[in-house]
Every structure is written in C-alpha cells, then in structure tokens.
C-alpha cells in the first residue's frame, strides 16, 4: 500500500535520492526543499528518474522557524495524514554563523528545525498511525555544553557538527519514549559515508577524503527507505540504524535526563509542544 512520505532537504544528495527511491516505489512523496527554484528542478528530475506523478514540492527552510511553521501548516493542510517523516536536512559550515531566528546555524537547523518540524506534524503522523519518524544522523560521540549551546563563547565548526548530529540522537531516542502510545516510531539513521555537498565548506583535504572515501547517495536510499516504509520494520524504534540494522551508540545519548534536557529546552527555543 502506498505511504504518504515527507522528505526534508530533498533537493539534493541523499533526500533527493530517498524522494526518488520512494516514488520509484509507487509512495506519494512531499519534498521540503529550501530553496524554491532548486526545489523545482530538484521535482523534475526525481519525476522524470522515477516515472511517479505523486510527487509534490513544499517550500521550508529549517533554519528559519517562521518558514517552518508555514511549511508544516501546508503539509498538514493538504495531507492530513503523514506515514513517514524523513529528515535529512543538515548544513555543515567552519565558521560560527546564525539563523534568521539567531540560533547558531547547525544547532538551529540540523537540530531545532527538525525537532519543529516534526512537533510540528505530529497531529498528523499520529493521524495515519501507524506511522514513523526518520532523523538522518551519525555516531556521534560529542557531549553537549547546556551552558553553551550556541557556541558563543567558544566555538569550532566540526566541534558544533558533531554537537548538533548528537542533538538528533538524542531527539530520535527522546521522541520514540514520548510518542510510543501514539502510534509513531522514531529511529536515528545513519546513513554512512555518502557523497553529497555537506562538506563543501570543509578544508580542501577533508573534502577530498570524504568524497574518495563515501558512496553515491544513491547507493544509501534503499535501506533508508526501507526503514520509512517497510512494515516488518514498523517496531523498530529508538535505535540508530545503519544499513537498516541497529547499532551501538554512546551511553551519553542513551541518558533519559539528557535527552529530556535538550527536549525542554529546544520547546522553549522553538515555541513548540510535543
């Protein structure tokens, strides 16, 4: 049976490979994409590649809570019942920047637009339960500083990277707890080494490693969405999965304090509920 899926950051690398790989499938697939003009030909070519009509474009920039609140009012608008929400948007940058709402740029988007994002949605993915929510991540073993959180008074890019990928970790596991009644699972997916244009903004040594040493995004979708859509996988929940396997991760995001720490906080910064 076909899934109405919502893939974030589908206009390139591994979104638009998980939109393409799902509409291939047959699944209606909502691509939430930043940029509009992007997004337009980020739309073409996944219909064009995968032969699905059912596939539509939603305009959402996770670093600005404003457009996510307008994006996940049209999502809900239109399709009042969500199978899967897929999160892959992330930025990646070596300098500290902020969001238009003056959150530090990966905390804000990699982490706290998705949180809202997906608070944002719950009505709806609770609505066709059962259901499931996808959080792109990695292994990530960095502790967070609560005093710092912004990196405002010391900072380094890959420092708040691997901060703002144990903040999804902590999300995806916090999320499985608080919505288990609800119909909705929540995994972390790491999807390994994949090429993509996150790392654009590393040091040229690091660029070049990481592309010698990942795979085509291509080449990551298929157990992706296999997680999103496959109903022998419906159970699995508060894991972080590779390959559509669980795995281990630290004892640090697996600590229920911590991750309800971060969920209270990220409530107040984004004035959401879940």
């Keep these: 049976m076909a899934k109405t899926v919502v893939v974030t950051g589908a206009n390139s690398g591994v979104g638009k490979a998980v939109a393409e790989h799902l509409a291939r499938s047959g699944d209606r697939v909502l691509m939430v994409c930043r940029d509009q003009q992007r997004g337009r030909e980020a739309l073409q070519e996944v219909q064009s590649r995968s032969g699905g009509s059912s596939v539509e474009l939603f ?9 996510v609140r307008s ?3 049209e999502l ?8 899967a929400l897929v999160s892959c948007a992330a930025v990646f940058v070596t300098d500290r920047r902020t969001t238009k709402d003056g959150f530090e740029l990966m905390f804000g988007t990699n982490h706290l637009g998705t949180f809202a994002l997906t608070l944002l949605l719950g009505d709806a993915l609770k609505a066709a339960a059962p259901s499931r929510v996808l959080t792109l991540t990695a292994p990530s073993g960095s502790k ?3 005093d710092d959180l912004q990196g405002e008074k010391k900072f380094s890019g890959f420092a708040a ?3 703002s990928k144990a903040c999804n970790l902590l999300f995806a596991f916090k ?3 608080a919505w288990k ?3 909705v699972t929540s995994v972390a997916v790491h999807p390994g080494l994949v090429r993509s244009g996150i790392m654009r903004n590393a040091i040229l040594p690091i660029r070049a490693l990481s592309w010698l040493m990942s795979k085509s995004p291509a080449q990551a979708t298929e157990s992706i969405a296999k997680v999103a859509t496959a109903p022998e996988l419906q159970s699995l929940t508060g894991e972080l999965v590779l390959r559509g396997k669980p795995i281990s991760v630290t004892s640090y995001v697996r600590d229920e304090a911590v991750q309800d720490r971060l ?4 409530e107040q910064l984004a004035g959401v509920k879940g």
């Excluded at 809900?76 to 199978?83: E, G, L, Q, R, V």
């Design 59 to 67: 305009q959402g920039d996770l670093s600005s809570l404003q457009s």
């Design 71 to 73: 994006v996940a009012a």
């Design 76 to 83: 809900t608008s239109k399709h009042p019942k969500i199978d």
């Design 144 to 146: 967070l500083d609560f």
């Design 161 to 163: 990277f691997g901060a």
């Design 175 to 177: 999320l499985a707890r």
């Design 181 to 183: 009644d609800r119909g």
């Design 263 to 266: 969920w209270s906080i990220s």
